[in-house]
């Protein structure tokens, strides 16, 4: 079964149908989106805060937004630092209320409005992805459909799939996951807040839902889940009641209907897309920390984006695609040093790990002298990817480098720019991982 269009989009989530509607407002473009009906319990992601009413109003989604079953959102409250609720309240915002949205509802809401709109679906799950001799793409699906189309959308979230099947890596800056529980019950307290509480080993949320229903979510290390087996409810309970004020909502007539592990680490393609015709969206291309609760919102707004450069390039412009990536890098370099100072408000507990990899200073010590420290171990994409790791402890050579000669000296060799927070970062990685070796100029050892 082969289906000829313009462009091929994997992933019917927001990212992905978002970008199918924002292309067809642009223009009567032929559409095919893959998409694969999960038989998950339920997806993750509920509060919409109110600046995504403009971006909803951009997309031409308003109507769904207000016929999806959901609890207006009023704000957020948080005990993070202490133990002191602090209210960010939506009452004094321009845009008015936010949303606590049927998540699955939502979505499928706007799979059915791109479907109207022209889009053609193929419920199916992708499989690969090819260059055909026309130099058209060839987007195949488990159940043997094939797509030929002159431009791909990968929309596939933190899978990021079609780029994974490209070869381009994913960088992970965290190993952040989330116990994701639902729950039947009313919350006695905070009906139309989100509530966010720091606690030791990581954070965790809870959020009413429609329909006398409401979600948690424990966050903290992959490594952690494992250790503690958080999966179990007997091991994941504990740990919410002693949170002081979500341990609250679970009174005994809440009853946990179930719980999801999920990613939810700060990560990003090494590259977004490419002249040659792809590009990726949403999470696919760039994922925040679920703290900032910008996801639903970061994907609505890089679907008008990312329909604007697939627009050019069909059209024949060239480099709409490259300043699409620059613009995901740059928002994702804000979004890291947002990221820093917000865990860095906690300081009950800084020599946890969890608290302490997320708060260190981030730098490379003007009186460092660094060097190659010889070790072997393969070095995975952190920062920047492994390739570009490479490259930088390749501009040592064998000397002892001050810190401001060696990064002026990594900058210089490195055939892509990177802003100077993402190399020192890198630089610092290298140095934790015990790929650079640190000596102070006095020749004596620092201790990190
Ligand atoms: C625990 C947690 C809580 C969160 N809470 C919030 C919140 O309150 N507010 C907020 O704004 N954001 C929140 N987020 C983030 C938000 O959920 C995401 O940013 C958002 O869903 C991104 O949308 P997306 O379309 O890019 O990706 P996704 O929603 O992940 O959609 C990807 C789609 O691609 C499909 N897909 C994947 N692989 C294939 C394949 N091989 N073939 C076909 N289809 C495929 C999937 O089935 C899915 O439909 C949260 C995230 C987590 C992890």
């Not at 079964?1 to 292309?23: K, R, S």
């Not at 100077?420 to 000596?439: K, N, T």
Request: aromatic share 8%; with cysteine.
């Amino acid at each position: 079964m082969l289906t000829e269009c313009d462009v091929g989009i994997v992933g019917g989530g927001v990212a992905g149908c978002g970008t199918a509607i924002a292309l067809r407002n642009r223009r009567p473009l032929s559409i095919a989106l893959i998409h694969k009906a999960e038989a998950r319990l339920f997806p993750v992601g509920e509060t919409l805060q109110p600046q995504a009413r403009e971006l909803a109003e951009k997309l031409g989604i308003l109507e769904e937004l207000r016929r999806t079953p959901h609890l207006p959102s009023n704000g957020v409250c948080s005990a993070w630092g202490d133990s002191t609720l602090a209210y960010n309240d939506y009452l004094f915002k321009a845009s008015g209320k936010g949303w606590l949205l049927d998540r699955a509802a939502f979505d499928l809401s706007l799979l059915d409005k791109a479907r109207r709109g022209g889009v053609h679906i193929v419920e199916s799950s992708y499989s690969r992805l090819d260059s055909g001799a026309d130099g058209r793409w060839l987007l195949s699906t488990r159940n043997g459909a094939v797509i030929r189309c002159r431009f791909v959308v990968d929309a596939t979230g933190r899978r990021s799939a079609v780029a994974a099947g490209l070869g381009v890596p994913r960088i992970r800056f965290d190993e952040l996951h989330a116990v994701y529980a639902l729950w039947e019950g009313r919350p006695e307290v905070f009906p139309h807040h989100t509530l966010v509480e720091s606690v030791e080993s990581g954070w965790c949320y809870a959020a009413a839902l429609p329909a006398e229903r409401f979600v948690t979510a424990y966050f903290t290390d992959k490594a952690q889940i494992k250790a503690n087996r958080l999966t179990q409810p007997d091991r994941l309970l504990p740990l919410l009641s002693r949170a002081p004020h979500i341990g609250r909502l679970l009174s005994a007539s809440s009853k946990l209907v179930g719980t999801r592990v999920v990613v939810a680490d700060s990560s990003m393609l090494d590259f977004a897309g490419s002249e040659k015709g792809w590009l990726a969206v949403g999470d696919a291309a760039s994922a925040y920390d679920p703290l900032s609760s910008l996801g639903i919102a970061k994907a609505l707004g890089g679907s008008l984006a990312a329909a604007g450069a697939i627009d050019s390039w069909l059209g024949g412009e060239s480099g709409e695609i490259d300043a699409y990536c620059r613009n995901i890098e740059s928002g994702f370099d804000q979004y890291l040093a947002q990221r820093h100072h917000y865990y860095g408000l906690e300081s009950r507990w800084k020599k946890d790990p969890f608290w302490k990899q997320r708060q260190d200073w981030i730098g490379i010590h003007p009186d460092w002298v660094l060097q190659r420290s010889g070790l072997r171990k393969k070095i995975p994409n952190r920062i920047v990817s492994s390739e570009v790791l490479e490259q930088i402890l390749a501009a040592f050579g064998d000397e002892a480098r001050r810190a401001h000669e060696a990064v002026r000296l990594v900058r210089g060799a490195l055939q892509r720019r990177f802003s100077d927070y993402r190399l020192i970062q890198a630089m610092r990685y290298l140095v934790e991982s015990g790929h650079l070796a640190v000596q102070a100029s006095d020749g004596g050892v620092f201790g990190l």
